[in-house]
């Protein structure tokens, strides 16, 4: 299941086609096509929620999830190097700077609604909202990485 899980998200990056846009839109669609994922396979955030719970005890039997995952890797520093290269995208991030920007972004939408909702009185998955926050990760992603990097705090 958890293969099954994983593969469905790869495919969808892939059907991207994030090799043909330009870098920062590839990088908004990559982060948007994440968010919709999350939003409509539920079950793929339990089930990711789950094995954390269990310390990642099945997903360590599936050396084929790591080939998996770093293919994900790969079409992001593919995007990363071609903003880079036409001076668009900063270079003290990595590829799995962003996809950790990202996924923790879209996770927390699906794994926290609830919580949150009580505590904030917002339903994150409120389809009046979605619009709003598939925009948002978007914005997040294209702002980070397109800026300057901040200075160190002691200089």
Same mark, same amino acid.
């Given at each position: 299941?958890?293969?099954?899980?994983?593969?469905?998200?790869?495919?969808a990056e892939?059907?991207?086609?994030?090799?043909?846009?330009?870098?920062?839109?590839?990088?908004?669609?990559?982060?948007?096509?994440?968010?919709?994922?999350?939003?409509?396979?539920?079950?793929?955030?339990?089930?990711?929620?789950?094995e954390n719970?269990?310390?990642?005890? $099945?997903?360590?039997? %599936?050396?084929?999830?790591?080939?998996?995952?770093?293919?994900?890797?790969? &079409?992001? #520093?593919? !995007?990363? /190097?071609?903003?880079?290269?036409?001076?668009?995208?900063?270079?003290?991030?990595?590829?799995?700077?962003?996809?950790?920007?990202?996924?923790?972004?879209?996770?927390?939408?699906?794994?926290?609604?609830?919580?949150?909702?009580?505590? $904030?009185?917002?339903? %994150?998955?409120?389809?009046?909202?979605?619009?709003?926050?598939?925009?948002? &990760?978007? #914005?997040? !992603?294209? /702002?980070?990485?397109?800026?300057?990097?901040?200075?160190?705090?002691?200089?």
């Open positions: 299941m958890l293969e099954h899980a994983y593969l469905g998200i790869r495919e892939r059907n991207l086609h994030p090799g043909d846009l330009p870098p920062l839109e590839a990088l908004r669609r990559l982060a948007e096509l994440t968010y919709d994922h999350h939003l409509g396979h539920s079950d793929f955030i339990r089930l990711v929620a789950i719970i269990h310390q990642g005890r $099945f997903i360590a039997r %599936l050396d084929s999830l790591r080939e998996l995952n770093r293919d994900a890797l790969g &079409i992001l #520093d593919g !995007v990363l /190097a071609r903003g880079r290269d036409e001076g668009l995208v900063r270079a003290d991030v990595d590829a799995l700077d962003v996809h950790l920007v990202i996924s923790s972004y879209c996770f927390f939408q699906v794994a926290n609604r609830h919580t949150f909702g009580h505590l $904030f009185g917002r339903d %994150l998955l409120d389809p009046a909202l979605r619009d709003h926050h598939r925009a948002i &990760i978007g #914005d997040v !992603v294209v /702002a980070w990485l397109g800026s300057t990097p901040a200075l160190p705090a002691d200089g």
